[in-house]
Each structure stands twice: as structure tokens, then as C-alpha cells.
């Protein structure tokens, strides 16, 4: 019989995490889909503050289909995400969040699709009203620039909610970078690709954790882990500059050889000072995004740590 894996990270997500099982039980009962199949769910404790691990541990007792794995920290929802793809040992996984903003009742769609031959289902979600129109706006112009820079296209609306087979998926698990933008990787990697849309639901409870701050950090990943065209702005616009300065030297040179001296000119040497004194730092800004990027990843550390797996310290792997 076929196994599926259900990935859920999960971060202080106390108040969703019974209506999550609830809600999937249908599902894992093989009531919603016609062939009979193996199911298990992964949630992965990213570090969470309040009572998630204490319900996921006791999901697990009371249902051997449920697996809670905690992390030591808050590694954050990629490396969470990573964590679930390494213990999932399904013939497909489908990653989905723990706040019931994915709608279970899209997963058959992806299994049907998985069947026919599909690699990698991924969900597209169908309105963004539950954006505010700043943060539509913006993440349509994010996207329009990533597709024109990076070397692969990132889609808009598509999150991490999707199905991916067990070649996806062992070709995900190789992609070790600390710092991850997992929408990236998961174009990178390839595959034969398909789409289902889906109504993205209110969160159930709690509210999120990506913060204007947290989704700005994350808009530079995607761009720096997918594309290093920012360096190559840098340059030609270095090049530009350095021309128009050249042309401009000749101009002064050849003025001054003719009407002489004068001592005119402060406010544009001061716009000038100030301008090129911007881009410069620009520049070393960009420099130092790759740099920093370089430094993290030569240390080599692991993604994740693993403290317990339902509820179980000593049963520690390393990974
Ligand atoms: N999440 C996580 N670690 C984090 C932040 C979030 O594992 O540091 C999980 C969270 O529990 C949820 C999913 O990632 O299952 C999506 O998070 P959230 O709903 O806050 O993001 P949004 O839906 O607003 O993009
Ligand atoms: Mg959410």
C-alpha cells in the first residue's frame, strides 16, 4: 500500500492544533480519496513558545499515525520544513501549515494529479483578500522583478502548500543551505510540475508569524539564494556612472581650458558627492548580502536540531 506524509511545522500554534486533526482525520480515515493508502503526519515543533508541543505530544500518544518531532529552537518554517522532509518516509509528501489556512479538502486533487504522474503538486492560491492592497501590490511587484533577475521562475501565489514525490523530495533533502527560500528551491530542483487552486482560509487561531520584518528578510533570500544578477547591477551601473563621469571630466577639462577658472559649482559637487557616495554604499551592501551569505554557509552547521521525537530526548538522531 502507498504511504503519504503529511508535513506540518508548526510554531505556537496551541489553539489549531486539535481542529488540525480533526480536520485531517477524514482524510487519514481514507474517506475522502477512493484508493486505500498509508498515512503519516509529521508536526514539527519549531521551537514553539506556548502548549503546541504538549497537544502534538499527546496527538501521538493517543494516534500512532501521528509523529511530533521538536526542534531545539526556533529554527524557523523552512528549516522546520527541511526537518520534515528528512523523517518523512511516505511515497509523497505533502507539506501544508498547522493554522488550517490550507484547505484539506484540496489534498485529493493532488493525490489524483501525484497519480497520474505528476512530481510536484503545487497549490495556487486563488484571491489574496486576506492581504491587505499595500501588501498585494508589493508582493506583485516582488515577483515581476524576481522572474526578470532570477535565472528560475519563482510563481506568485504559490506557497509551500503542495504535493512532492518521494524523487522531489530526495532531491530536496540534498539541498543542505542553512539559509533557505524553499519557493526557490523547490523550481530549481525541477520535475514535472502541475497546479491545483485553492481558497486560502482565514487562519484558524493565533495569528502569524511572518512580520512585515520577518517578509522582508525573506523577499532578500529569494532574491540572493536564487539569482546573483544584484552583483551584476552593481557593475554595470559602476560602468554607467564611470562613463558619464568620464564624459563629464572632458567637458570640465575642455571649459575650463577655454573661459579659464571659476570657483561656481559647490551645489553640484556636493549632489554629486552624495550621489555616488549612495550607489557605492548600495554596492558594498550588495557585496556584503553574498558575503554574509558565504560566512554562514561555510560553517557548515546543520539546518535543524532534533530535541525529542514524541516526547522521547533520548531518541535524538543527527541529521
Ligand atoms: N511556522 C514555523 N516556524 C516559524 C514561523 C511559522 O514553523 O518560525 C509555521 C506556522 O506554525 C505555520 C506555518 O509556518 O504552520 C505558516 O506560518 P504563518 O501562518 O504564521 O504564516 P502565513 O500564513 O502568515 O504566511
Ligand atoms: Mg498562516
Not at 248 to 256: D, E, W
Amino acid at each position: 500500500m502507498k504511504k503519504i506524509s503529511i508535513v506540518i511545522p508548526v510554531y505556537n500554534e496551541a489553539g489549531n492544533l486539535e481542529a488540525l486533526r480533526n480536520a485531517l482525520l477524514p482524510l487519514l480515515d481514507n474517506k475522502m480519496y477512493p484508493a486505500e493508502l498509508d498515512w503519516e503526519v509529521i508536526l514539527i515543533d519549531d521551537g514553539s513558545r506556548d502548549d503546541s508541543l504538549t497537544i502534538m505530544n499527546r496527538l501521538s500518544s493517543g494516534d500512532s499515525r501521528f509523529i511530533s518531532i521538536s526542534l531545539s529552537r526556533n529554527f524557523g518554517k523552512e528549516s522546520a520544513m527541511l526537518a520534515g522532509l528528512d523523517y518523512a518516509s511516505g511515497n509523497a509528501v505533502i507539506i501544508m501549515d498547522a493554522d488550517l489556512q490550507h484547505p484539506v479538502a484540496t489534498i485529493p486533487k493532488m493525490l489524483e494529479l501525484w497519480e497520474q504522474g505528476y512530481d510536484d503538486v503545487y497549490g495556487r492560491r486563488l484571491s489574496r483578500d486576506t492581504d491587505s492592497w499595500i501588501r498585494r501590490k508589493l508582493s506583485r511587484a516582488y515577483y515581476k522583478i524576481l522572474k526578470r533577475i532570477s535565472d528560475n521562475y519563482v510563481l506568485p501565489d504559490v506557497g509551500d502548500f503542495r504535493l512532492l514525490s518521494r524523487s522531489c523530495v530526495n532531491a530536496l533533502k540534498n539541498l543542505r543551505e542553512t539559509q533557505r527560500y524553499s519557493k526557490g528551491l523547490f523550481c530549481w530542483i525541477g520535475f514535472r510540475k502541475a497546479e491545483v487552486t485553492f481558497e486560502c482560509n482565514d487562519r484558524n487561531a493565533g495569528k502569524s508569524s511572518f512580520s512585515s520584518r520577518r517578509l522582508l528578510n525573506l523577499a532578500i533570500e529569494g532574491i540572493t539564494s536564487s539569482t546573483t544578477a544584484p552583483l551584476r547591477i552593481a557593475s554595470i551601473v559602476g560602468i554607467t556612472t564611470a562613463v558619464a563621469a568620464l564624459v563629464y571630466l572632458i567637458y570640465v577639462i575642455v571649459k575650463t581650458l577655454i573661459f579659464g577658472e571659476s570657483v561656481q559649482g559647490y551645489p553640484t559637487i556636493i549632489c554629486l558627492i552624495l550621489f555616488l557616495g549612495g550607489i557605492q554604499l548600495i554596492a558594498l551592501g550588495i557585496i556584503g548580502e553574498y558575503i554574509s551569505r558565504i560566512f554562514n554557509e561555510t560553517k557548515g552547521r546543520p539546518v535543524y536540531i532534533i530535541r525529542s521525537i514524541n516526547g522521547d530526548t533520548d531518541m535524538c538522531i543527527e541529521k
